[in-house]
């Protein structure tokens, strides 16, 4: 059974940072590209990064770039998004995304940036 756990959301103040997690189970983390998203209230979904199975990266957010990276670790079935210079525009809920034959979504965690 495919599952995607996000963790490491909080409180944080505006230029403050996060690391956020995505620990996957039910595929091998491998072979699938991984990716990033957002949700703030009252508004869609917005990709942010994908990491490819062969470790390259693409950037969907130019909001991000320069501030946001990430990474993963195969060993730990997990994917890293580092996160920093927030600022309150990044308030939202995080997910993460894998495409296993469908897309899998996990629960999300919030991320709310204020002083």
């Known amino acids: 059974q495919v599952q995607l756990v996000e963790s490491g959301g909080g409180l944080v103040q505006p230029g403050g940072s996060l690391r956020l997690s995505c620990a996957v189970s039910?595929?091998?983390?491998?072979?699938?590209?991984i990716g990033w998203f957002r949700q703030a209230p009252g508004k869609e979904r917005e990709g942010l990064l994908c990491?490819?199975?062969?470790?390259?990266?693409?950037y969907y957010s130019d909001s991000v770039k320069g501030r946001f990276t990430i990474s993963r670790d195969n060993a730990k079935n997990t994917v890293y998004l580092q996160m920093n210079n927030l600022n309150p525009d990044d308030t939202a809920v995080y997910y993460c995304?894998?495409?296993?034959?469908?897309?899998?979504w996990g629960q999300g965690t919030q991320v709310t940036v204020s002083s």
């Open positions: 039910g595929f091998t983390l491998d072979y699938y590209a």
């Open positions: 995304r894998a495409d296993v034959g469908r897309t899998y």
């Open positions: 990491i490819s199975s062969m470790d390259g990266s693409t």
